[in-house]
DNA sequence: AGCCAGGACGGAA
DNA sequence: TTCCGTCATGGC
């Protein structure tokens, strides 16, 4: 058990905010998440954070997967002062964290997240993964599957994804894992590029477009200067920044910017 | 009952 | 290049 006082974290915000769809809620501000193959139940009590592991998983998995070495408050500080909306979402979604996830499970979720609304996607997510995830974990009565491997999808039809609800989608995941099974896109490889060939490697993958793409790299790759405009986002800088959105003052960490926009976006609209 | 959702694809112009 | 119809499903 690990346990750490944290400025800028709120594990309510981190799993509500859109970016993971693995985060089971078992309790007042606690989780179980599945993280690719690995499970951790988390909880939070005001500034601390529990971490159910033992300190060598807590240093190799959690801490760079919860991004706790980065000083979120410098990005905070560095929002003009005279930008109103982007000083209310970041006020108002302060705990965000950028992920570093599972490259391939990135890839999965956000090939699912298109044309589509996040209670949805999780419900995709979650099929799938019972359906057809490999690996099972017990903990606390609760059974969780891991995200099915490129190999295992790889074998499947659309057809055979049907009971996951995919829609349109399911073609989309059997060609793109055949094309990571079959070594055509190679996942270790784009882990040790830098953004803008990650992102055209990432774009060869079927279902995979410049938001996905942009997605994938932030949430996965941790290049947290892309800006990925999905529909909300979109919507947001027409109404707020008609001019453009400032992201040469954001210059290497404007994905930090973009999700502040993305979770406080949510909120407006329930 | 419609409108919309963290869009991408293939073909037309 | 840009533009446009199409693609499934279900939350609200």
Redesign the pocket.
């Known amino acids: 058990m690990i346990e750490c006082v944290l400025n800028d974290f709120d594990i309510d915000q981190i799993a509500s ?3 993971c769809f693995r985060f089971h809620r078992v309790g007042d501000k606690s989780y179980d998440l599945i993280a690719g193959t690995h499970l951790l139940n988390i909880q939070q009590n005001g500034r601390t954070v529990r971490f159910d592991c033992d300190e060598d998983e807590f240093n190799a998995i959690w801490r760079p997967y919860f991004d706790l070495d980065a000083d979120y408050g410098r990005c905070k500080a560095a929002v003009a002062k005279r930008d109103i909306y982007l000083q209310n979402a970041v006020a108002y979604g302060g705990g965000l964290r950028i992920l570093r996830q599972d490259l391939w499970e990135t890839i999965l979720c ?2 699912i ?9 999780t ?1 995709c997510v979650e099929n799938l993964c019972s359906l057809f995830g490999e690996i099972c974990y017990n903990k606390s009565e609760q059974v969780y599957n891991s995200i099915p491997t490129a190999e295992r999808l790889a074998t499947c039809t ?1 057809e055979d994804l ?1 009971p996951v ?8 995941i059997c060609a793109a894992a055949r094309q990571v099974a079959s070594g055509e896109v190679d996942l270790e490889a784009i882990r040790h590029m830098d953004y803008a060939r990650a992102k055209a490697e990432l ?1 060869r ?9 942009e ?1 994938i790299c ?2 996965a790759l941790h290049h947290i200067d892309a800006f ?8 947001m800088l027409d109404a707020h920044y008609p001019k453009g959105f400032p992201l040469k003052r954001y210059k290497g960490f404007a994905g930090v910017m ?2 502040y926009a ?2 406080y976006e ?1 909120s407006l ?2």
Request: charged fraction near 20%; hydrophobic fraction near 40%.
């Open positions: 905010s859109g970016q956000f090939i997240s298109q044309q589509n609304n996040i209670a949805r996607i419900k659309p049907a609800r995919l829609g349109y989608r399911a073609k989309y774009l993958l079927t279902g995979v477009g410049i938001k996905v793409a997605c932030l949430f990925p405009v999905d529909t909300h986002i979109r919507q973009q999700q993305f979770y949510l609209k329930d």
